[in-house]
DNA sequence: AGCTACTCCTGGTAGC
DNA sequence: TGCTACCAGGAGTAGC
């Protein structure tokens, strides 16, 4: 599932060949992947404008528009679970599951690929409308132990969940939070408030570290849906150290890897690496 | 505040 | 072989 290494790598290797093009026309295969807009609202602000520059921000991929060199809104990109991007050249056949296709000045073609329908391509005036609302990215110079420890400790929540929420920090998924929880050896039951800051901080280098190393290897292929924009597969699952791995050892000790459920979500473990939280003693806090 | 359950979707697969 | 039932999963929402 697309996390915060598969759509930075998706933006990265679409920026060059979108960045400078004009949106000749758009088609639309399924209009709820507009997320509300319809066809011809959507039509109406995407055709004419041109693509000014290409980024990431938590797990969405941002194109930011303008015409006449102004400022004209943005794409926001969602790949969710199956989703994929594509800048194919116009003649190139029609790609299976197409959802909404740009028609680009120089003869290409930017492709939204969505086999589950779970994805967005959306069309906003104000990015900040839905990016304000993400937490900080976990690769950004504010992000280290001292903050996460300090926005642990505010909360009194699940780490696992917590670590989902994208209000609280961007762009982690269920892959991620497994990997970077059995990094630093914490499970994913424990109480965020009961980190310690040295925890916190081993917690906040295994975030960065893993990502930064998915992102080395263009993210990770776990299913037969992430792709990167030319057609590859990631190669980070290689490196999965408990995600999917349930009933194999533990590459640290041995221990069989655990598969539970923790808020509707597979969530996978070493239970020796990883030991099972003290229950927190009635009465505590507050 | 934070939890659970449900919804959206479809290809793949387990079970018969 | 061919059918049905169920599963995964990010995020939004409703209800407790």
């Known amino acids: 599932m697309p996390e915060l290494p598969e759509v930075e790598t998706v933006a990265r290797l679409i920026r060059g060949p979108l960045e400078g093009r004009s949106i000749e026309g758009v088609r639309v295969e399924w209009e709820r992947s507009l997320g509300g807009a319809s066809r011809r ?17 938590g797990k969405y991929v941002v194109l930011a528009l303008e015409r006449a060199g ?18 194919d ?3 190139e056949p029609e790609r299976e599951y197409t959802r909404v296709a740009c028609a680009l000045s120089g003869g290409s073609e930017l492709r939204f690929v969505d086999v589950r329908k779970f994805g967005r391509f959306r ?20 992000f280290d132990g001292a903050w996460l420890h300090a926005a642990l400790r505010a909360r009194r929540r699940l780490l696992k969940p917590l670590l989902l929420d994208q209000a609280f920090l961007a762009g982690l998924g269920n892959i ?4 970077a929880l059995f990094r630093a050896r914490l499970h994913p039951l ?8 040295g ?10 570290g893993t990502l930064t190393e998915a992102i080395e290897r263009e993210g990770s292929s776990f299913d037969a849906f992430y792709r990167t924009p030319e057609g590859n597969p990631g190669g980070y699952q ?16 041995g221990r069989d890897v655990e598969r539970i459920v923790v808020g509707q979500r597979g969530t996978h473990l070493c239970p020796r690496c990883q030991p099972r939280p003290r229950r927190r003693a009635r009465g505590t806090g507050r």
Not at 46 to 52: I, Q
Not at 71 to 82: C, Y
Not at 238 to 253: L, N
């Open 123 to 142: 069309f906003v005036r104000d990015a900040q409308d839905v990016l304000g609302e993400l937490g900080p990215e976990p690769l950004s110079s504010g």
């Open 41 to 57: 609202a959507f039509s109406r602000s995407m055709r004419g404008a041109r693509v000014r520059s290409v980024g990431r921000r």
């Open 238 to 253: 290689h490196q999965f150290q408990v995600y999917g791995r349930e009933g194999r050892p533990c590459r640290r000790c």
């Open 70 to 87: 102004a400022e004209a809104g943005f794409v926001l990109v969602h790949l969710r679970m199956s989703g994929r991007l594509h800048v």
């Open 89 to 91: 050249a116009a003649e």
């Open 176 to 179: 991620y939070v497994d990997e």
């Open 190 to 197: 424990e109480a965020s408030d009961r980190v310690s800051a």
């Open 199 to 208: 925890k916190a901080a081993a917690l906040a280098d295994a975030i960065r």
